[in-house]
Structure formats: structure tokens, C-alpha cells
């Protein structure tokens, strides 16, 4: 695939996109994406596209709202939603890789400023990893932002105190026992980061997430729209109405209160995936693999991470809803590649509906078998350029002259990708062995023989 087809792709997919999408099968129901947002009110639209290799497409559609005509351009800035626990997830995760936090030790060894209580004013044993994974059992709470003039600290989100217009925050289900979505748990995960590093949580995320993935249009500070107005787009109610003041302030920024663009939300799951295949220098595979694996048994969430693992679509990443905003950030591991998508509406959800269910029949597979055996070994494409190839914990190990090794990503027709570069791997037949290995780059193959 060139850079060229990457983007014409696109372009031709998102100017017939299924309107029908519930029943997960084609519909000759289509329409242009200009065409849904005229239909469900949506003022502006941002979307992007990349790969591992570091293709990158994006495009802005419509416009910010706010009674102007300023147009959506790539550079232009949403509000993130609950996307903002992905991104905060990771950064809790690159603590926990340099021994600042511990996944399953009590949040009572961290917590300084405010106190986890259940509702006989009793302290329940809750874990880091309960709170990623929303197992704690904290309220059930869904946080709607405040006008920029009455915001309350985080404290006071937690105890419900102040201009707080929420309950306390407290335990109510039994720790542990089952998955409950609910903002709090990332309410407290915040404070306890805090808390553990002496850090503002703008600041800690920005040294941990935002400035080594290169999110520069981004940020959790909740007055960075306002240090950039014109690439802001403002948050619009069902109906096309303008939320008052453009959009609302959160303080409870680790659960709803990123900017960011589709672009930078991508860059971020590319590098998750380039994690879990051991080619990441932030965060180790073993994390990044506990990002995207079940928390619970049968369950769709892992550590900050929605999950979508059934046959015929694997694909991970995180929507968002706010007050005047939806969106969605997903890698499709298998193939390399991340779809963003944010608007500027609470209406987007069947527009970005359609947007991801095309990227699901682009970019997903059904769930592939381990490597076999018989493919490991020495190949050679000449003779100064030799291959390893080996099968560990059932993934494939590509060792190339001069290079470290890598982790392979697996493909849905046999073939394998490399997690960095343009390069496609297949393994062909030669006497009813796979002695051959194909290398594709940039539309060339190569071909390298095992030896014996």
C-alpha cells in the first residue's frame, strides 16, 4: 500500500458511508459524510488515518461552530471525553513501569489528600488495577463539566463538596467482583497519581504521554482551549444549539478532560500496539499487553482500554462522549493502523458509527492461530543479508541482518507485518515446506531461502 492509496481510500470511503450499521451487514443505504452531518446537525467533523510505517491522513470537515465560519482543519481541537481515561491510563501504566505505582497494591498507600471511603465510612481494599479497569465499585457517575466561572477542585469532586454539582465519591459495590463503567474510578486514579509524585496532573501527563508521543495539539490543562480559540471547535446540544461559553471546564480531567486532535489520539494507540509487540522505548510489552487483555472474565475492557477481540473485528482503543462532543481513537493491531474520529456535536454517535464500521471492514480480521513451527529458521536473500526467523510464546521473532529483533504483527491471509517499517512478510511452499520467505516493500518482493 502507498501513502497515495492510503489517503484515496479514504477519501472514496467517506463518500459512501453505510447509514445502516446496527445489523453489522452492507447496506445499499449510503451517503456522503457531509451528507450525515447535514442530517444530524453536526457542525464539524475531524478525522484521521495512520499506520505503523508513519503514514498519517487527516481532514477536517465543517465548521467550529460558535456563529463563525472557521473551518475544521486537522490542528483543530476537541474536547477528547472519556477517551481522556485512555490516555491517562497510559500514563499511570509508565509509572508503574518506573516502580512509582504498584497495579495491585492498595490505593491507600498513595492517597495523601482525601480518603476512599465505602458508605459506613469504612475503607475498602481497592487496587490501582481496579481502578483502570473500573472493577472498584466506585459511584456511578457520569461528570457533565461546569461554566468556566464556578469549577470545583478535584477534592471536592471527590467529596462532593463546593460547587460540586455530584455525589461524593464512595465504594459501593464489592471491590473487585465486576466491571461498572463510572468516571469516579478515574477521579481517584487521578488524585492518587498526584498525590504519589507531587505533580499537577497537566504537567505529569505531559511529561509521561503528551510530549514522548508527540500529542503537541494536546493537553488535559482545562485553560488550553482558551489559549487557542481559533482551533477550538465549540461543543454543539442535539438540535445544532451552541453549548454557552462553547464548551464546559473539567476538573476531573484523567475521566473527560483532554484536547486533543484525532491525529494525536492515534499517535498514542500506534504507539500502544508497537508496545505489545515489544518495539516501544516507553512502555514494556507486558503492560501494554495488560492494556488490551480483558480485566475480567469474557469482558470488552482492559486497562484503560476498550476491547473489541470477537472473530471478524479485533480492534482496541476508546469512545467519548462529553457535553457538546463524541468520539473514538481504535487500532486495528492486526493490520498496523488507527482511525480517529472527533465532532463537535452530542449528536455524532451514528455519524461516527458509520465512520468506524467502514474502518472495521477495512483494517479488521478474524483473530489469527498461532505461528507454526515449521516456519522458524535460517533464510537467506543473499548472501552478505541473512533473516532469523524464530516462534516464541507463539509470536513470530523477525531477526534481519544488523537489526534488533521484532515482534511480527499478524495479518488475516497469512501474511505478517513489520511493526515499524513498509515491509509484508509471507512464508510460500516449496516441496510442501515453507522454505521461501517473501519480502515485500514498497510494491518490490524479495524472496530469501531457507537454509538447511
Not at 503492560?287 to 469474557?298: D, E, K, R, S, V
Not at 486495528?332 to 465532532?343: E, I, L, Y
Not at 474502518?359 to 480480521?365: E, I, L, N
Not at 516456519?375 to 534488533?404: C, E, K, M, N
Request: proline share 6%.
Amino acid at each position: 500500500m502507498q501513502d497515495g492509496d492510503f489517503s484515496r481510500g479514504w477519501v472514496r470511503l467517506l463518500s459512501h458511508l453505510d447509514r445502516q450499521v446496527a445489523s453489522g451487514q452492507l447496506s445499499p443505504d449510503t451517503a456522503a459524510l457531509p451528507d450525515l452531518m447535514s442530517s444530524y446537525q453536526v457542525p464539524g467533523v475531524s478525522i484521521a488515518v495512520g499506520h505503523l510505517s508513519g503514514w498519517v491522513w487527516a481532514a477536517g470537515y465543517g465548521v467550529t461552530g460558535g456563529g463563525t465560519s472557521t473551518p475544521v482543519t486537522e490542528r483543530t481541537t476537541f474536547a477528547a471525553c472519556s477517551i481522556s481515561k485512555h490516555v491517562a491510563a497510559f500514563g499511570a501504566l509508565r509509572l508503574v513501569q518506573d516502580g512509582v505505582l504498584d497495579l495491585d497494591t492498595d490505593v491507600r498507600e498513595y492517597l495523601t489528600s482525601w480518603r476512599l471511603l465505602d458508605r459506613a465510612g469504612q475503607q475498602p481494599g481497592v487496587t490501582v488495577r481496579q481502578l483502570l479497569a473500573h472493577t472498584a465499585g466506585l459511584s456511578d457517575t457520569w461528570y457533565r463539566g461546569y461554566p468556566a466561572d464556578r469549577v470545583p477542585s478535584l477534592v471536592q469532586v471527590l467529596e462532593g463538596s463546593g460547587p460540586t454539582t455530584t455525589a461524593p465519591v464512595r465504594s459501593t459495590l464489592l471491590p473487585g467482583s465486576r466491571f461498572r463503567y463510572s468516571g469516579s474510578h478515574y477521579c481517584v486514579l487521578e488524585q492518587l497519581m498526584v498525590d504519589a509524585t507531587g505533580t499537577p496532573f497537566d504537567d505529569l501527563m505531559r511529561a509521561l504521554v503528551l510530549d514522548p508521543v508527540d500529542m503537541a495539539d494536546s493537553s488535559f490543562d482545562q485553560g488550553f482551549p482558551h489559549q487557542r480559540p481559533h482551533l477550538v471547535a465549540r461543543g454543539h446540544h442535539v438540535g445544532g444549539t451552541g453549548v454557552p461559553g462553547g464548551w464546559r471546564t473539567q476538573p476531573e480531567t484523567a475521566a473527560a478532560g483532554l484536547w486533543s486532535t484525532p491525529t494525536d489520539l492515534l499517535r498514542l494507540d500506534l504507539e500502544i500496539a508497537r508496545a505489545a509487540s515489544g518495539n516501544s522505548k516507553l512502555l514494556d510489552r507486558d503492560l501494554a499487553t495488560q492494556m488490551w487483555t480483558p480485566q475480567m472474565p469474557g469482558g470488552s475492557y482492559g486497562l484503560g482500554t476498550e476491547i473489541g477481540d470477537r472473530a471478524g473485528c479485533r480492534r482496541f482503543g476508546h469512545t467519548g462522549l462529553n457535553v457538546g462532543y463524541t468520539c473514538f481513537s481504535f487500532v486495528w493491531p492486526d493490520s498496523g493502523t488507527a482511525v480517529a474520529a472527533m465532532t463537535n456535536s452530542d449528536d455524532g454517535w451514528e455519524l461516527l458509527s458509520s465512520i468506524r464500521v467502514a474502518a472495521d471492514r477495512r483494517y479488521a480480521s478474524s483473530l489469527t492461530t498461532a505461528p507454526r513451527d515449521d516456519i522458524a529458521g535460517h533464510y537467506v536473500l543473499r548472501d552478505d543479508y541473512p533473516i532469523d526467523v524464530a516462534v516464541t510464546d507463539g509470536q513470530l521473532i523477525f531477526s534481519a541482518a544488523g537489526q534488533q529483533p521484532v515482534t511480527l504483527l499478524a495479518g488475516p491471509d497469512g501474511r505478517y507485518l513489520h511493526p515499524g517499517l513498509d515491509l509484508e512478510i509471507r512464508f510460500l511452499p516449496s516441496d510442501g515446506q515453507p522454505s521461501i520467505l517473501e519480502l515485500r516493500q514498497e510494491g518490490v518482493t524479495q524472496t530469501a531461502t531457507r537454509s538447511t
